[in-house]
């Protein structure tokens, strides 16, 4: 028999780091799954990306079982990383707070290709180019 979905639920957490402390615990406690297991778990999976921040999709069914998804880290993580830069700009593509190279553009679109909503690495570059641009970001040609 399948189970029943009761559940989903969206979180960012630190690769390698998940606690049952907050932010986790407050968001899955009332879910009533078993917290120390989802952490271990989690932690497991995402030990060789330390020091990334990874999107994970949790599913919750009805017996308080649980699966969950990890998503590959947001653009603008990716892209501040490589960038060398502690946050994007305040006023978006008109103040430029560093830059990246066209090779840098494609590894972090080669990166985030499964998880965009496009085919080609090229009009995956597109799309993380736009994020550098409002971040203020720069991309030398």
Do not use: H
């Amino acid at each position: 028999m399948a189970k029943n979905v009761t559940k989903q639920i969206k979180l960012q957490i630190p690769a390698g780091k998940a606690t049952p402390a907050p932010p986790v615990g407050t968001v899955l406690g009332p879910a009533g799954i078993n917290l120390q297991e989802f952490c271990t778990k989690y932690n497991d999976a995402t030990r060789d990306k330390m020091g990334d921040i990874l999107p994970v999709e949790i599913t919750i069914y009805d017996d308080r079982s649980f699966d969950f998804v990890i998503k590959t880290p947001p653009a603008a993580f990716l892209i501040k990383k490589i960038a060398g830069v502690k946050a994007g700009s305040t006023k978006g593509s008109k103040e430029i707070v560093g830059s990246l190279t066209e090779d840098q553009l494609r590894s972090i679109a080669e990166t985030k290709l499964p998880d965009l909503n496009c085919y080609t690495v090229e009009e995956a570059m597109k799309i993380v180019e736009g994020t550098a641009k409002n971040m203020g970001i720069e991309i030398k040609r």
